[in-house]
């Protein structure tokens, strides 16, 4: 029975260490796409299609403003606004730069409107159901991202898909407030869950031989897999740590390279490991999925040979290197997916 308790928290270390890096930065690249995307409008009834401005309340509402005082996020046209001066002369005209201030230095406006076309506003939340949602039941949630957009400035940018178009890179979605609140912790989370992930195997490999069921096992996978996790961590420590130094990136650098070859030997091992005692172990593992595991991990292998060649020798524009981490990273984690699946969640005597 003791091997069971170990398959149980196998199975659900397998399970939480895909789940949890994940949404970790699937969730920092919803928050920067929100913040690059969506902006504060001043707090009006936009339900109108029109609005009037005496000239003194226009100057008011729309110069030198603080986002977080006096523009609101939810508040928002859901079409394009165009600006318009009424002249002394009953002449609705549109406000374009030197038109504009011309009409202001003679003094020619009697009043303003701001007058909704027919094309949607990209900009406005409203018109992207899930983000309204959450800013609408979500205390507090609006402000933090006001607070972010007015102190990173050109940190965010609108973007479509990063796993296809490759706009950004992983780095980038969680440096910036508030994804780095979410992204460090989080990640060093995972690594420490990954570290009892690659223990329980060792714990399980150890029980089953000291019950004589398997002899002389590989703990090599252990060591390769705390490696990963440690470098990981340092990866997540870092991130968001500025120094004007070329050995400091280069460290950066060497962390992540370290932290995959340290995660791929780890997956090889354990894999050769459950290969070699596969007919000791079919009471416990699902042998299909030890198969598909295989493969997997043959591919992940012959994968990272051919992106640190192309890194390395090729000439890769910068959007093709951001697509491949996204696509990478994320296809990394259905090694512990696939470990949910492998252990038989049964209750086999010892």
């Known amino acids: 029975m003791f091997a069971n308790k170990f398959i149980k928290k196998l199975r659900f270390f397998g399970l939480i260490s895909f789940l949890v890096p ?162 460090k912790p989080f990640i060093i989370l995972s690594s420490i869950l990954l570290f009892f992930y690659w223990l329980n195997n060792l714990n399980l490999f150890r029980y089953l031989e000291n019950n004589n069921s398997l002899k002389n096992p590989s703990k090599t996978f252990f060591i390769f897999g705390s490696l990963s996790c440690l470098f990981l961590m340092l990866h997540a420590v870092f991130l968001g740590i500025d120094f004007d130094s070329k050995v400091f990136l280069k460290l950066r650098r060497l962390i992540i390279i370290l932290f995959i070859i340290f995660e791929i030997c780890a997956q090889v091992y354990l894999i050769k490991n459950l290969y070699k005692f596969k007919d000791e172990l079919k009471n416990y593992i699902n042998i299909l999925i030890l198969k598909i595991k295989i493969y997997f991990v043959t591919i992940v292998v012959f994968s990272t040979v051919i992106i640190f060649a192309l890194l390395a020798f090729g000439d890769i524009n910068t959007s093709t290197k951001h697509v491949l981490e996204w696509n990478y990273f994320s296809i990394l984690l259905i090694y512990y997916l696939l470990s949910f699946f492998l252990w038989k969640n049964s209750k086999i005597s010892d």
Do not use: M
């Open 22 to 183: 994940l949404i970790t930065i699937n969730v920092c690249l919803a928050l920067f796409s929100l913040i690059g995307t969506v902006e504060p409008f001043p707090d009006l009834n936009w339900s109108n299609k029109k609005i009037e401005f005496k000239k003194e309340v226009f100057h008011k509402k729309f110069g030198n403003l603080e986002y977080i005082n006096t523009w609101k996020l939810i508040t928002c046209p859901i079409n394009v606004t165009t600006q318009y001066a009424l002249t002394d002369e009953d002449e609705l005209v549109e406000i374009t730069g030197d038109g504009y201030n011309e009409l202001i230095s003679n003094n020619k406006i009697k009043s303003f409107f701001l007058i909704q076309q027919n094309v949607k506003e990209v900009s406005c939340v409203k018109n992207y159901k899930i983000p309204y949602f959450l800013l609408k039941n979500i205390k507090g949630l609006e402000k933090l991202i006001l607070y972010a957009k007015k102190n990173n400035k050109s940190g965010f940018t609108k973007i479509r898909n990063p796993y296809i178009y490759g706009e950004v890179s992983i780095s980038r979605t969680a440096r910036y407030y508030p994804a780095n609140y979410i992204f």
